[in-house]
């Protein structure tokens, strides 16, 4: 698997019926303070009608006022030579740009990813075969990954280099009823280990914990059986308490946020109803790692990762959470001057 083709669209071969397909970019910050959340998303009516915009949202953990979330609607997306075009922004194997602004509020971006972990397929082999029949997918070309480059918030102009970072695309027919969401790639003990953790709801009520943890050269992936099984996943937002293992290594951790640090936004699904999603990219996360000799041996510490501020953290369901204040605000996208003059994302 390469990051070219995990990042090839998929809506084009979607003629009607309802669809929806995004890539996303999260990177945070833990010694600055801030993250950011990056989405270029298409969205089919059930004619097959797209409707394409560009997402983007800044988090300050010690200025929440500062935090916000803008999405542009922008005409048509397109498949370009190397990648996926939203008007004059765009995202490719190498890096992304894009420009938002709304409601008092701009962000706009030039970005090129890092060196880390090798793309990957987040379905695990047994639950391959029921995305396939729903039509759905989830990839990260960029498992673990840093952002360089320049980025401008609100006219204040930011440098940002080597931001532990990710990058996803997802799709889908519908979207589940409710999941959990989190990532974090910059622990102060150990800036090679990451993180990731997804909580599906899946038929019937069942949930679907996913986690996977990078650590010391090896890949852990505790969604695959039997050992999904013995993963225990409590998410609440704004915290999720969360534990896993597998034949030689255990995870025991939690990540949290304040709802100050959150924004709010909706996905309609094809069905009309609304998936109701509040997210950070300031929160914190701390995971006690074990490991053992082999199966039944005792388990013995190897170390707590931590990271202030380092987080991206999500919760996605029917209801709205009325805590988080800090909504979707949304906007046709800007006419941009031929030149692309004084814009960092041209």
């Known amino acids: 698997m390469d990051a070219e083709s995990l990042n090839s669209p ?3 071969r979607v003629s009607k019926g309802g669809f929806h397909e995004a890539w996303f970019v999260s990177g945070s910050d833990a010694k600055a303070g ?3 959340w990056l989405r270029y998303g298409v969205d089919l009516d059930r004619a097959g009608a797209p409707d394409s915009s560009i997402w983007g949202s800044w988090f300050e953990r010690d200025a929440s006022e500062r935090t916000f979330v803008i999405r542009n609607m922008v005409d048509d997306a397109t498949i370009s030579r190397t990648g996926v ?3 004059a922004a765009g995202l490719t194997e190498s890096g992304c740009t894009g420009e938002v602004e709304a409601g008092g509020h701009s962000l706009r971006w030039r970005l090129s990813f890092g060196q880390g972990a090798p793309a990957e397929d987040v379905i695990p082999a047994w ?3 029921i995305a396939r029949l729903r039509l759905s997918g989830y990839v990260l070309p960029h498992a673990k990954t840093t952002l360089s480059g320049a980025v401008e918030v609100d006219g204040r102009m930011s440098e940002l280099q080597r931001m532990p970072a990710l990058q996803g695309h ?3 027919r519908s979207y589940w009823p409710a999941w959990a969401w989190a990532r974090c790639s910059g622990f102060t003990e150990d800036p090679d280990a990451s993180v990731e953790l997804l909580d599906v709801e899946g038929p019937r009520n069942v949930r679907l914990p996913l986690f996977v943890l990078r650590f010391r050269g090896g890949t852990h992936r505790f969604g695959e059986l039997p050992w999904m099984l013995l993963s225990v996943s409590r998410p609440a937002a704004p915290a999720w308490h969360f ?4 034949a030689r290594l255990s995870i025991d951790g939690v990540v949290r946020a304040t709802v100050e640090q959150m924004v709010q936004v909706q996905y309609p699904d094809a069905d009309g109803s609304l998936r109701h999603c509040v997210h950070t990219a300031v929160a914190s996360m701390e995971v006690q790692v074990r490991s053992r000799a082999v199966p039944g041996a005792p388990w013995r510490p190897e170390g707590t990762l931590t990271s202030k501020s380092g987080a991206s953290l999500e919760f996605c369901g029917r209801e709205a959470d009325a805590r988080v204040t800090r909504g979707l605000v949304s906007a046709p996208a800007r006419r ?3 030149s692309g003059a004084g814009s960092v994302a041209s």
Do not use: I, V
């Not at 534990?243 to 597998?246: G, K, T, V, W, Y």
């Open 85 to 87: 075009a939203f008007g």
């Open 34 to 36: 801030y993250g950011l």
């Open 336 to 338: 941009r001057n031929p």
């Open 170 to 172: 997802l799709w889908g």
């Open 243 to 246: 534990s896993a293992q597998d």
């Open 127 to 129: 639950l391959s075969p």
């Open 10 to 12: 998929r809506w084009p």
